[in-house]
């Protein structure tokens, strides 16, 4: 199907209606006065009048590390949450490195997320407190710091930390005053920098557990949707016993106690399976434990979203689960787990991929009657310099070496001597934020979108992505000049639910895309469906439903590739292909009522320069052979699930 273009400025507002008004009560119980309020003869001229349903996306960051971590700050962050905070308001910035920089545009919400271990440990390590000093560690550490080896601190550090070989004489813990201390300040730093219909700062936190005796990644983010008042009550959770676990499952028992104490509201969401070696989407034990009913609960309860995309790689799909898919070999981190300790297996794969999960899932609740992968989609930076600068043209790395700087396309990342795998810095990806289609910018909307999964996330660009599914969409709504209405009044939007088909009937899905203003044009929209088959197996087909320009799929089925407008030398393109919108309707021609199933949108950009490329322009740099200069952003909704009547 064919792009249908609509004049920008109309696209615009049409993305971003809401639709009718909410009726809480039966009709039966208003008079007549009321009845003509709820239930006017004539609707109202200004169509945006009585809007309960969300307006527009909120762009934002769920995972961003300040000094206040210990990776971070022993890596040369020297930034507070405070800078975090101003940047991401769109101020001007020094950053560690001394360089000057600025966001393209505020962003509209953040939530800082240090580590919840070792909170205060940083500052203390770089001041050289006596504790610090007479301990050989800490000592070793401090005059790493000083004689500018922080890097080589940094992840000495972690691998210790992860090994569990930490020198718990100089590691702050709850319940200390050097831990507390640095908790209210950042806890304060949030609460100054909130500014509710403006700018929304989150208190939030990393618990970072490592599984396996090493670095495999179960790091989870906890986002509070409270304020200091009931935050403050309960100290972050951790990972080290006796106070703290690695188990996630002895985390949701912290967040229940949490919420049942103060009467407050969390979330968590996962990240980066793609480093936890098979770890991340268990589907037989975890942690020695048959999974069962009640693991999957808990899981489903507390872990609304999950971060598909940020700087350590890419976590929709892999080419060796998707072998059908052109576009899954997408910033791939396959190498091994977090600190290269333990490399990959092919066998690691099916647990480590959101798209993988998702079907997993199926099989699960068919198995237990809960989907513990029943997760809605965001994208973060993981950024430990306190800057959200991910778009290509403006990144500033993941940690403060990584900032800016002739080298990056030539020195290592991270590598382990011992397995002698090596991630080159040209490897971090530029990526990404997350989107949040909520009614107002406040902690409390904010966050209920969250919890309903109405988010989708992005590589970096700011583009605007509708996804809503029903039984009644038809071709005309996709002409529609406020296709919101249509989706909130006919269909559900992402991370809603479908249930009993209607007899005869097939899931019509209404999608718009557009594209970000100061952004490429888009490629192509596709609609990627799972399900699970009579038989118990998963399958997975994508589609395109919307594309730009008059290609047509050839005898493989496959939309033949956009075109490439990419100018590598002077780190440039051209908007003269693609689409600046797209919409359409898509009917699914293979649907089986009986079969439970799961729906996402994936929007493709045109190829652009990657960061690599505006590296080499900048600092007048070759790149080695293997480098990647342009690169195809994406943004992927949260899915829409299909259950059948049981």
Known sequence: MKSKFIPLLLVITMLSLSALPAMAQDAGSYDAASLEKVFPSKPPYSPYAGSKFPMRPFFGDTHLHT???????????????????????GEEVTSS?????????????????????????????????????????????????????????????????????????????????????????????????????????????????????????????????DGIEKASQVEPYTTLPPLGSINPEDLWKWMEAYEQKTGGNVLALAHNGNVSNGLMFPTVEAFGKKIDRHYVEQRAKWERLYEVTQMKGDGEAHPFLSPNDEFADYETWDKGNLDLTELKKPEMLKHEYAREALKNGLRLEAELGVNPYKFGLVGSTDSHTALTAVEENNFFGKVAPGEPNPHRLSKPFMQDPKTGA?????????SGYAAVWATENTRESI??????????????????????????????????????????????????????APAGKSPTFLVAALKDPIGANLDRYQIIKGWLDAEGKVHEKIYDVAWSGDRQPGADGKLPPVGNTVDVQNANWTNTIGATELIAVWKDPDFDPTQSAFYYGRVIEIPTPRWTAYDA??????????????????????????????
């Open 97 to 225: 490195t001394g360089q000057q920089a600025k966001l393209s545009r505020p962003l509209d919400f953040l939530v800082v997320t240090d580590h919840s271990d070792g909170m205060g440990f940083m500052p203390q390590v770089i001041g050289g407190a006596p504790q610090i000093m007479a301990d050989p560690q800490g000592r070793k550490w401090h005059e790493m710091i000083q004689a500018g080896k922080g890097s080589e601190a940094a992840f000495d550090i972690v691998r210790n930390y992860s090994a569990k070989t930490i020198s718990m004489n100089i590691l702050p813990m709850p319940g200390t005053s050097a831990y507390g201390d640095t908790w209210q300040k950042i806890m304060h730093a949030a609460e100054e920098a909130n500014d509710p219909g403006r700018f929304t700062a989150f208190i939030g936190f990393e618990w970072t557990a490592m599984a396996g005796g090493g670095g495999n990644n179960l790091h989870r983010n906890v986002i509070y949707r």
């Open 447 to 500: 966050f209920d979108a969250m919890e309903r999964r109405e988010t989708y996330a992005t590589t970096g660009p700011r583009m605007i992505v509708r996804f809503f599914g029903g039984w009644d969409f038809t071709a005309e709504d996709a002409n529609n000049r406020m296709p919101a209405k249509v989706g909130y009044t006919k269909g559900v939007p992402m991370g809603g639910d479908l249930k009993n």
């Open 617 to 646: 322009k900048y600092f007048g740099e070759q790149a080695p052979e293997d480098v990647p200069m342009t690169t195809q952003e994406r943004a992927y909704t949260s899915p829409i699930w299909y259950t059948p009547e049981i």
């Open 67 to 89: 000094a206040n971590s210990l990776d971070a700050g022993a890596a040369g962050c020297r930034l507070s949450p405070e800078d975090a905070y101003r940047f991401a308001k």
């Open 422 to 430: 090596t991630i080159m810095e040209w490897e971090v990806t530029s």
